[in-house]
């Protein structure tokens, strides 16, 4: 995992260093996003983009759980820890990735929390950045090639942009088509770079027809002087002159002598297809800002998982991971384990052995407290009394084999847990529904329009029916997010700093929610499969996973939180769900570009919100099956006399009083006998009895306890049967 981990830093690390020379020198200073090529059409682009995503989500989902994996070391308890944390905290849970864990230890808790915070706030980078390293662009630049043509006079249509460019200019001081046009009939470069905007989102207005590298240029007999007569810089100012139109507003019209544009002078884009006319240029960019981050997060994660290897490599492992390690370390520490609690279900009410120091209150005469446990008095005074809840006091309790659900053992936490994730499934299933009403009445009025014949001539029926309902449906509402394929709802400041953070925002945010819900589900599969894999030691012999004692009758196959059979298939639905939500919104970058004034490139950018139905859909349906279920895991209950443990080291302890060995065939639980007052029941090397129902149990008490220390042991190092103990008694007296 730290090899992994650091092979994913490196990549990001190299990805900077190639396009730090682009980032030091581009032209436009308000956004990072470098890289690419940008002769290639959007069409062909589509499909690396959705492919480069989707590997992006699942290294992403990798690094997520790799994380994870440290994050639990950290927040485990060691061995020599159990009894003390039993003892303040009555349990404790085991396994699984939870920060509370850490307030229940008894050294270390700043370099934890430290630890922690380190992995978590490397961790967030990869949830809010991963989808906005590379993105889409699409790129305009501006034509290179002019071609000169002296016309008689300019046609209709020309004569009538000359009316538009007018009524544009009352709206605006300055057209920068119309500068652009004039300048490279004055010098020979078709350039916007020394425009100004009174309103920058208009620019797409303004050089959206950017498809040709190639624009002709008609000009009339008067103008022919002035062709391609000066330079950029040369170029006065006075050819650029503010006009009174007759409603008296101001507008910008050029010209010098009696030569004007639109008049005398207009540009048009050629339309060969050798030029490309009509398809869209698009790159993927790679944003610089996102890239350098993500950078530093793993190459500090990768440092830290390195280092924590490197130190640990000749130290003995105390860390309690999996509840193997748990019976592992209370059966070589006989300290560490609980008697009289053996058949005692996870987090239910323990007795506490309290210790009083009488103070004032303590009177003759007062009535003795309902609450507490051995105290008849001054129960409320809690700073008089001294609690250990791991004071193996007799516990009795029936054998059953109905047990709770998960719900019930995880209480407040799982209302929260369902809270969060039916709001978000609610919300989901509401837009898509929406959207599949707005789809569906843009197909009914597609087919009344297009299938109506008078309206053939119209150019609403050019508009909508000339490429067919798919392309159309596509337009309004999209597949999946990208170039072509993605359906603008908004439009993001061009040339702002905010603006690209707020893209990084709103194509990440989705993943970032549903990062939440992932860990709460993942959290809630690691407490099933535990209970699963503890339950099967009632009817089956077997051996236990372990990772900080090694032999043959133990399984080191700890893989991350989960056994492969579990993590891989969750690991696979979290990207892809991942990679669906990055489709269903995001954000598409507009970049056009300007190099034909050598003295000054320009660059500007713009970010579009774009969404794609398909992908919304998709997603939805994948939400609520996760709903679905997560349902079902919170209503997760299983059968059996062994009781249920859900993490608990109370659990774990309670039923290793009689196991002390670990046989290459495995362990079992089940009877272990009876003793001088009730049954007991626990792991064993040995043959184990089946349980009796309705029967009192409890663990081992200390007279039995000191008897199995003295040489209650048989042959092979297992515990002795009772009724072996019993003679041995008999015979003592």
């Known amino acids: 995992m730290a090899a992994t981990t650091t092979l994913f830093a490196f990549i990001m690390v190299v990805i900077c260093l190639v396009h730090s020379s682009e980032l030091a020198h581009r032209a ?51 061995s020599s820890e159990l009894r003390w944390v039993l003892s303040k905290h009555e349990d404790s849970r085991v396994g699984t ?21 380190l992995l978590i706030a490397t961790s967030l980078p990869v949830h809010f950045l991963a989808n906005s390293v590379i993105g889409p662009s699409v790129y305009y630049q501006a034509p290179q090639k002019i071609q000169y043509e002296n016309v008689v006079a300019l046609g209709d249509s020309q004569q009538d942009s000359y009316a538009v460019d007018v009524r544009y200019g009352l709206e605006r001081y300055e057209v920068p088509g119309d500068r652009a046009c004039w300048l490279a009939f004055r010098t020979g470069h078709y350039s916007i770079s020394q425009s100004t905007f009174k309103d920058k989102n208009d620019i797409s207005h303004e050089v959206s027809d950017w498809t040709s590298n190639t624009i002709m240029l008609n000009y009339t007999e008067v103008c022919a002087p002035y062709k391609n007569a000066t330079t950029l810089s040369a170029i006065q100012g006075h050819e650029f002159n503010t006009t009174t139109s007759t409603s008296g507003s ?32 698009c790159r993927l960019s790679v944003r610089m800002s996102a890239a350098i981050i993500l950078a530093v997060c793993l190459s500090l994660k990768a440092a830290y998982m390195v280092s924590t290897l490197m130190l640990g490599r000749k130290r003995i492992k105390t860390q309690c991971l999996t509840f193997g390690d748990v019976i592992a370390a209370s059966t070589l520490d006989p300290s560490l384990q609980i008697r009289n609690e053996c058949m005692v279900n996870a987090f239910d ?49 029936i054998a059953i084999k109905y047990k709770k659900s998960l719900i019930a053992n995880l209480g407040g936490n799982a209302v929260t847990q369902m809270g969060i994730l039916m709001i978000s499934s609610c919300a989901m299933f509401g837009i898509s529904l929406m959207l599949a009403v707005f789809y569906g009445a843009e197909a009914s009025s597609f087919k009344a329009t297009c299938n109506d014949p ?24 999209g597949y999946f997010g990208g170039f072509d ?53 009632e009817r089956v012999r077997d051996r236990l996973r372990c990772t900080i004692v090694e032999g043959e009758g133990l399984k080191q196959s700890y893989l991350l939180q989960l056994p492969k059979r579990v993590l891989y298939p969750m690991m696979g639905f979290s990207a892809l769900m991942h990679w669906l939500l990055g489709q269903s919104i995001s954000t598409k970058e507009t970049i056009w570009a300007d190099f034909n004034d050598p ?113 209650g042991r048989g042959e092979d190092g297992g515990v002795e049967g009772d009724e072996g103990v019993r003679k041995r008694r008999k015979a003592v007296a």
């Open 454 to 477: 008078e309206k053939r001539l119209s150019s609403e029926w050019v508009s909508r029916c000339d490429r067919g309902m798919a392309h159309y449906l596509k337009y309004k509402f």
């Open 349 to 397: 009410g323990h007795r506490h052995l309290v210790a009083h120091t009488c103070h004032q209150h303590c009177r003759p005469g007062i009535e003795p407290s309902e609450t507490g446990d051995g105290i008849g008095h001054c129960q409320k005074c809690h700073k008089f009394n001294e609690s250990n809840k791991a004071g193996d006091l007799l516990h009795p309790s």
């Open 250 to 281: 101001n507008a910008t019209l050029f010209g010098i002598g009696d030569c004007g544009y639109a008049r005398d002078v207009a540009c048009v884009m050629k339309s060969s297809d050798e030029d490309g006319v009509g398809k869209q240029m």
């Open 599 to 711: 003295s000054n490139h320009w660059e500007a950018s713009q970010y579009d919100i774009v969404y794609g139905a398909y992908a919304v859909w998709l997603s939805t349906v994948l939400m609520l099956a996760q709903t679905g279920i997560c349902w079902w895991a919170f209503t997760y209950s299983r059968e059996g006399f062994m009781p249920q443990m859900y993490g608990s080291i109370r659990a774990c302890c309670a039923a290793t009083t009689r196991l002390t060995s670990f046989p290459k065939e495995g362990i079992q639980w089940g009877d272990l006998g009876e003793g001088e007052k009730f049954r007991h029941a626990g792991f064993s090397a040995r043959e184990v009895g089946d349980i009796h129902p309705a029967e009192l149990y409890c663990g081992i008490d200390d007279e039995e306890e000191d008897e199995r220390r003295r040489g």
């Open 485 to 537: 394929t993605a359906a603008s709802i908004g439009r993001l400041e061009i040339n702002s700093v905010n603006s690209e953070i707020e893209a990084f925002a709103i194509s990440n945010g989705l993943q970032l929610l549903y990062s939440i819900l992932y860990l709460l589900m993942i959290y809630n599969f690691t407490l099933i499969t535990m209970e699963h894999d503890w339950g099967k030691f």
């Open 28 to 78: 436009n200073k308000s956004s990072t996003s470098v890289g690419g090529k940008s002769n290639q059409t959007c069409e062909s682009m589509e499909g690396r983009n959705v492919v480069i995503h989707l590997v992006i989500n699942i290294a992403a989902t990798s690094i997520l759980g790799m994380s994870n994996m440290f994050q639990q070391v950290v927040t485990s308890l060691s």
């Open 97 to 117: 990735n939870s920060p509370f864990n850490i307030k229940h230890k008894r050294k270390g808790k700043i370099q934890a929390w430290l630890q922690w915070l």
